[in-house]
T-cell receptor, first 112, second 113 residues
Framework: DTGVSQDPRHKITKRGQNVTFRCDPISEHNRLYWYRQTLGQGPEFLTYFQNEAQLEKSRLLSDRFSAERPKGSFSTLEIQRTEQGDSAMYLC??????????FGPGTRLTVT | GNSVTQMEGPVTLSEEAFLTINCTYTATGYPSLFWYVQYPGEGLQLLLKATKADDKGSNKGFEATYRKETTSFHLEKGSVQVSDSAVYFCALSDRGSSYKLIFGSGTRLLVRP
């Protein structure tokens, strides 16, 4: 068990560009979550997958954001037409059913 | 809606001092409660959890008791170390279909030698 991994760890992009992040959950975990954390705040829920199905999305997830989890394994989070307000740490977590969630190291996004 | 409120930091203590970080919650139903810790430059780590009223979670000398009557889950440690310096987050698990976590804003702890 190597834990939850995320790639890249850091991403700097210019406003208006598209970015994509990847999350690899713990292998036997069927649930996968995305959160966003801004400086000095706790993480905020973005979206949740059970296996390959996206079952809940936060109102924080504007139509510029899309997430997928093909085949119920890794997940991607894409942000189109990035804005400076998208600058944050994007965290992925996984769990087995409704048990505790384990977090990855996060992807820090900076939009210039 | 569900929410978590934590005491504001930073909390600055000398090594071997007693630690309390207050956490209260608002929730419908009976959520599970968690403390996560974030060390500098690292991701969130689960520190401890409690799933029902009067449960006590404990790990690495830290403890927290699920108090339904006061809707609280305060984190305590009898003797802190410099290595405990980190940001601590209280969270509840929303027992809807997703069990998503709702976090407090975090409390930074600085322990001085």
């Amino acid at each position: 068990d190597t834990g939850v991994s995320q790639d890249p760890r850091h991403k700097i992009t210019k406003r208006g560009q598209n970015v994509t992040f990847r999350c690899d959950p713990i292998s036997e975990h069927n649930r996968l979550y995305w959160y966003r954390q801004t400086l000095g705040q706790g993480p905020e829920f973005l979206t949740y997958f059970q296996n390959e199905a996206q079952l809940e999305k936060s109102r924080l997830l504007s139509d510029r954001f899309s997430a997928e989890r093909p085949k119920g394994s890794f997940s991607t989070l894409e942000i189109q037409r990035t804005e400076q307000g998208d600058s944050a740490m994007y965290l992925c977590a996984s769990s087995l059913d409704q048990r505790e969630q384990y977090f990855g190291p996060g992807t820090r996004l900076t939009v210039t | 809606g569900n929410s978590v409120t934590q005491m504001e930091g930073p909390v600055t203590l000398s090594e071997e001092a007693f630690l309390t970080i207050n956490c209260t919650y608002t929730a419908t139903g009976y959520p599970s409660l968690f403390w996560y810790v974030q060390y500098p430059g690292e991701g969130l780590q689960l520190l401890l959890k409690a799933t029902k009223a009067d449960d006590k979670g404990s790990n690495k000398g830290f403890e927290a008791t699920y108090r339904k009557e006061t809707t609280s889950f305060h984190l305590e440690k009898g003797s802190v170390q410099v290595s405990d310096s980190a940001v601590y987050f209280c969270a509840l698990s929303d027992r809807g279909s997703s069990y998503k976590l709702i976090f407090g804003s975090g409390t930074r702890l600085l322990v001085r030698p």
